[in-house]
């Protein structure tokens, strides 16, 4: 098959365009490369450097579907500069699917968020829950689903979202590398490489266990899987919506003491304030991705996870 992958120049997009090529499919990579990196596509995708907004150039009918990864996707900044997320998340979309439209492609798989649920109220979280963003963000990708939903009842789309929790580890040489980096693990790791004094914790008043935010950590190769079963059962005129996460929550101190033990380092830490728009605690229920995709995670355990983030770090330091 052959599949159009928006943003396959990042961090998520990049490791299912090489799950996918791996599965023996043909892959396009459209990126405009405004967060990824030209590295970052794996060797046997074709390359487009392009704008989803300009999908419909690039976009025709020998395609079987889009995996679309393309957007902005910082909490923080979200909440700041609102307007570029709307703009690209929302609009860009937009014109994605007016060009899978005119091109007759009919297969869709998306990546929502966690971040559409804002502040649960129970946990683990399911789909039908409220859905009551905290940030810009969150609220962008919800309206996308929105979006998705009424293509699909009124043109027939097949489509599957897929609400990642928090992504981390790598898949074979396909990490992260955000630039600047926000993510968590990542940010610890820098502080074990020596490339920064010290991680932030940013807020210790929640009401969690430890007083730090809880967080439900998905191995990038598990989401890989996902999406390869997200594309299997993408049926015309339906809109799945799946959330992905192992079903356990980890404190940002659990996280920072997790690296300690996988690097050996000792990992300073400061208290900081809280971080705009951040929920205390996202904690997934997977039941509909195990019975609707018959998804079956395997590489769960935190340690595991981080281990393979700090592997691909390591290497990406002595490429400098
Ligand atoms: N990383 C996570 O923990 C996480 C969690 C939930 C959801 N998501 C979603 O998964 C997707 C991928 O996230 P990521 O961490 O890989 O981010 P990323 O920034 O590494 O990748 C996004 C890619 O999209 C490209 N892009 C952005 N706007 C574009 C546009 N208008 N046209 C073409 N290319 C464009 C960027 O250059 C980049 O390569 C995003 O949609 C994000 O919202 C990520
Ligand atoms: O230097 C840091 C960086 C992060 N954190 C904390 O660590 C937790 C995880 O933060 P990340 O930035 O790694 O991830 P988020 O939970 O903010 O967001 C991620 O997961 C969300 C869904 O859960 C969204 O989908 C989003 O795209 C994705 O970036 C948060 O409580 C954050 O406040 C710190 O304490 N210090």
Redesign the pocket.
Known sequence: MKYLV??G?????GAVAQHLLEAGHEVVV???????FRE?VPAGAAFVE????DAAKWLDSSFDGVLH?????QVGESVVKPEKYWD?NVG?TMALLGAMREAGVKKLVF????ATYGEPEEVPIVESAPTRPTNPYGAS?LAVDFMITSEANAHGLGAVSLR?F??AGAYGNQGER?DPES?LIPLVLQVAQGRREAISVFGEDYPTPDGTCVRDYIHVADLADAHLLALKAATPGEHLICNLGNGEGFSVRQVIETVRQVTGHPIPEVVAPRRAGDPATLVASAATAREKLGWNPSRADLAGIVADAWKFAQSIAREQ
């Not at 459209?30 to 990824?36: A, K, R, Y």
Request: glycine share 20%.
């Open positions: 928006t943003g120049a990042g961090y998520v997009g459209l990126d405009n490369l405004s967060t990824g970052g392009g704008d989803i907004r990864f393309a957007a902005f996707s690209n860009g990546s929502s968020t966690a990708k990642y928090n992504v955000h993510h």
